[in-house]
């Protein structure tokens, strides 16, 4: 990096900091801290919606997926305005009219309190992990990039968003959140025209985007039915609503964003914001990986994308043969510039060069991840997305930004990746803290302090779930796979909640041991469908409606078999 | 307090949604299928 991009990520760093202390003056009481005193407008809480669920492991690992496998990563928000339709009808009246501050505060109202604790609890425990990954898969990839100490630059992430986010709270989390978004969507643009300038003079847009078609990358919509394959369009449609149900309604990290909004009307507007710019904003982060793809059509790619193995790989025994390997793919390199520029000029034969030397390029690519592993010993080396070894995905956007783009571009893009991570980290911050404090601190430890108690309480637990992130995402580096485990656990649960709250709204004769029961039942049958040899393979999209099903058949029986609701509302 | 009578009838807002979805969706298959013959 330049000076002036040390500039830039520096401004950045200070600027957002700043602003989110000047929110502590709104953070006076519990309400104000929390829930921000229900002011906030609806387009400022959709911001802060988006930025949430946006982290920059989806600004960075997006890139490199439409990068290697093209448009098809879509449908995975297929789902997202149908849920966002359904939970504007049910759960977000419910939730703001109660004037709850959590979503699991409803469900003593409606059950009892150990439901409430048992899915607070969960919900703690998978975003106290999952807050780690997020911190942590970025300040990986920029520390290699960059050599810089991982420990300084997962610190650099998450002591700003700890500073703001327990001195400010949820108002300052959302005001940061919508200069935020600025930052990732201006960055994301920037990239965009970056990109379409590097294509070469006589290639037009439609052009380039007819040979990325050639190579795969612009099919969007797959109509197969196959539950392996996660990206189709009905896993997208089904699964997708079954996940975005849950996220955007069992959630805290989202529940609360819109309880922060003025009005339920607010509340509602502040959902459908995301119902209606999600999937463009998508498209826009996909169209960078396409415009990358092409970018390497007509520029040379590195063999791999992340430098170290190579570097471990040339100081090892196998350094000749992964020297002939980056000769091959020189040469292969140069016979897909030269048909795909014939396909441009109007060539009917050079759509089959173009497609040999490309499949030429994803074999050379394949024995290159070969070797790595052999002599990494990397496991994931052995995995593909589409064309590219999985690992080398997560690099493909950095490795761009650092090599090609102008000095201050370089460090509005790295800005950006920081925004995005410590957007997700702040709400995450915020919605453990409030659950702790919530439905643990105040429900069962200390049901009769002041306000002014409560509010020093919930900033000691932003602190402390910031330390447990920080902590989390550094021994994650060190468990490397495991980060994905985490997150596989994550989707265990979320079904099983959206089930509970299915069975809170829709099945009057439910009760608490019910509800207890069914939601312990739906985890550990969604565990086991989800690790079980046979099944395993089974996208993690349809294990939200298997526990959803689980949980209200279990739910039911047991409530039947156990007499009257038990609701202390 | 929380503000809940100012609601107000969304059912335009949530068809606009699903018609706008639908849009979308038929727009990405037809870019798809154009830019990939």
């Given at each position: 990096m330049?000076?002036l991009?040390?500039?830039?990520v520096?401004?950045?760093l200070?600027?957002v900091?700043?602003d989110?202390?000047?929110?502590?003056?709104?953070a006076?009481?519990?309400?104000?801290y929390?829930?921000?005193?229900?002011?906030?407008p609806?387009?400022?809480?959709g911001?802060?919606?988006?930025?949430?669920?946006?982290?920059a492991?989806?600004?960075?690992?997006?890139?490199g997926?439409?990068y290697?496998?093209?448009?098809?990563?879509?449908?995975f928000y297929?789902?997202?305005?149908l849920?966002?339709v359904v939970?504007?009808v049910?759960?977000?009246?419910f939730?703001?009219?109660?004037?709850?501050y959590?979503?699991y505060?409803?469900?003593?109202r409606?059950?009892?309190v150990?439901?409430?604790?048992?899915?607070?609890?969960?919900?703690?425990c998978g975003?106290?992990?999952s807050?780690g990954?997020i911190?942590?898969?970025?300040?990986?990839?920029?520390s290699?990039?960059?050599?810089w100490n991982l420990t300084?630059?997962i610190?650099?992430i998450g002591?700003?968003?700890?500073?703001?986010?327990m001195?400010?709270?949820?108002?300052?989390?959302?005001?940061?959140?919508?200069?935020?978004m600025?930052i990732v969507?201006?960055?994301?643009v920037c990239?965009?025209?970056?990109l379409?300038?590097?294509?070469?003079?006589?290639?037009s847009v439609?052009?380039?985007l007819h040979?990325?078609?050639?190579?795969?990358?612009m099919n969007?919509?797959?109509?197969?039915?196959?539950?392996?394959?996660?990206?189709?369009?009905?896993?997208?449609?089904?699964?997708?609503?079954?996940?975005?149900?849950?996220?955007?309604g069992c959630d805290?990290s989202?529940v609360?964003?819109?309880?922060t909004?003025?009005s339920?009307d607010q509340?509602?507007?502040?959902l459908?914001?995301?119902?209606?710019?999600?999937?463009?904003?998508q498209?826009?982060?996909?169209?960078v990986?396409?415009?990358?793809f092409?970018?390497y059509?007509?520029?040379?790619?590195?063999?791999?994308?992340?430098g170290e193995?190579r570097?471990?790989?040339?100081?090892s025994a196998?350094?000749?043969?992964?020297?002939?390997?980056?000769?091959?793919?020189a040469?292969?390199y140069q016979?897909?510039r030269?048909a795909?520029?014939?396909?441009t000029?109007g060539d009917?034969?050079a759509?089959?060069?173009?497609?040999?030397?490309?499949?030429?390029?994803?074999?050379i690519?394949?024995?290159?991840?070969?070797?790595v592993k052999?002599?990494?010993?990397?496991?994931?080396y052995?995995?593909r997305?589409?064309?590219?070894?999985?690992?080398?995905v997560?690099?493909?956007f950095?490795?761009?930004?650092?090599?090609?783009l102008?000095p201050?571009l370089?460090?509005?893009?790295?800005a950006?990746i920081?925004?995005?991570?410590?957007?997700?980290?702040a709400g995450?911050?915020?919605?453990?803290?409030?659950?702790t404090?919530?439905d643990?601190?105040?429900?069962?430890?200390?049901?009769t302090?002041t306000?002014?108690?409560?509010?020093?309480?919930?900033?000691i637990?932003?602190?402390f779930w910031?330390?447990?992130?920080?902590?989390?995402a550094?021994?994650?580096?060190?468990l490397?796979?495991?980060?994905?485990?985490?997150?596989r656990?994550?989707?265990?649960?979320?079904?099983?909640?959206?089930?509970?709250?299915?069975?809170a709204l829709?099945?009057?004769?439910?009760?608490?041991?019910?509800?207890?029961?069914?939601?312990?039942?739906?985890?550990?049958v969604?565990?086991?469908?989800a690790?079980?040899p046979?099944t395993?393979g089974?996208?993690?999209l349809?294990?939200?409606?298997?526990?959803?099903a689980?949980?209200?058949?279990?739910?039911?029986?047991?409530?039947l078999?156990?007499?009257?609701?038990?609701?202390t509302a | 307090?929380?503000s809940?009578t100012d609601?107000?009838?969304?059912?335009?807002?949530?068809a606009?949604?699903?018609?706008c979805h639908a849009?979308v969706?038929?727009?990405?298959?037809w870019?798809g299928?154009?830019f990939s013959r």
């Open positions: 330049r000076w991009d040390w500039l830039v520096a401004g950045y200070i600027w900091v700043a989110g202390l000047r929110r502590t003056k709104g006076s009481g519990i309400d104000g929390l829930l921000a005193n229900r002011s906030l609806w387009w400022a809480v911001l802060s919606v988006m930025a949430t669920q946006l982290s492991i989806t600004l960075v690992g997006t890139t997926q439409a290697a496998d093209g448009m098809r990563f879509i449908q297929f789902g997202l305005p849920a966002m939970l504007s049910t759960l977000v009246p939730f703001y009219r109660s004037g709850v959590t979503a505060e409803y469900l003593e409606r059950f009892d150990k439901t409430r604790t048992l899915a607070s609890l969960l919900f703690l975003r106290s992990m807050t990954a911190i942590s898969a970025p300040a990986v990839i920029l290699i990039i960059f050599h300084l630059t610190l650099a002591v700003p968003t700890i500073v703001y986010t001195l400010g709270g949820v108002q300052a989390v959302t005001w940061t959140d919508v200069k935020q600025g969507v201006g960055g994301l990239a965009v025209i970056a379409i300038l590097g294509l070469p003079h006589d290639v439609g052009q380039a040979v990325a078609g050639a190579a795969g990358r969007t919509i797959d109509f197969h039915v196959d539950a392996r394959q996660t990206y189709t369009f009905w896993s997208g449609i089904i699964g997708g609503l079954f996940l975005h149900l849950s996220y955007f805290q989202q609360q964003r819109y309880l909004a003025k339920l509340a509602r507007h502040s459908l914001m995301s119902a209606f710019v999600k999937i463009p904003l498209v826009l982060v996909l169209l990986g396409v415009f990358m092409l970018f059509v007509f520029n040379q790619p590195p063999l791999l994308f992340n193995p570097q471990r790989v040339v100081a196998r350094a000749g043969d992964y020297g002939q390997l980056e000769s091959a793919f040469g292969a016979r897909r030269d795909a520029t014939a396909m000029k009917g034969g759509r089959d060069r173009f497609l040999d030397a490309n499949a030429e390029m994803q074999s690519r394949g024995q290159a991840a070969a070797i052999d002599v990494t010993g990397e496991a994931g052995g995995d997305t589409g064309d590219t070894p999985k690992p080398d997560n690099y493909v950095p490795t761009f930004v650092t090599t090609r102008p201050g370089v460090g509005l893009i790295i950006a920081f925004a995005a991570a410590m957007s997700a980290t995450e911050l915020s919605a453990t803290a409030t659950a404090v919530i643990v601190y105040k429900r069962l430890l200390n049901t302090a306000d002014a108690h409560y509010l020093a309480v919930s900033r637990a932003v602190a910031g330390i447990v992130a920080c902590i989390v550094h021994v994650a580096v060190q490397g796979s495991l980060i994905e485990v985490v997150n656990i994550g989707s265990i649960f979320y079904g099983s909640l959206l089930g509970v709250f299915v069975l829709l099945f009057k004769r439910a009760n608490g041991h019910g509800a207890f029961v069914g939601l312990l039942t739906g985890i550990s969604v565990a086991g469908f690790f079980y046979a395993r089974v996208s993690y349809w294990h939200n409606p298997l526990g959803v689980v949980v209200l058949v279990v739910g039911m029986a047991v409530s078999a156990t007499g009257p609701r038990t609701s | 307090m929380p809940v609601t107000r009838p969304m059912g335009r807002i949530y606009l949604v699903i018609l849009a969706i038929t727009a990405l298959w870019t299928h154009v």
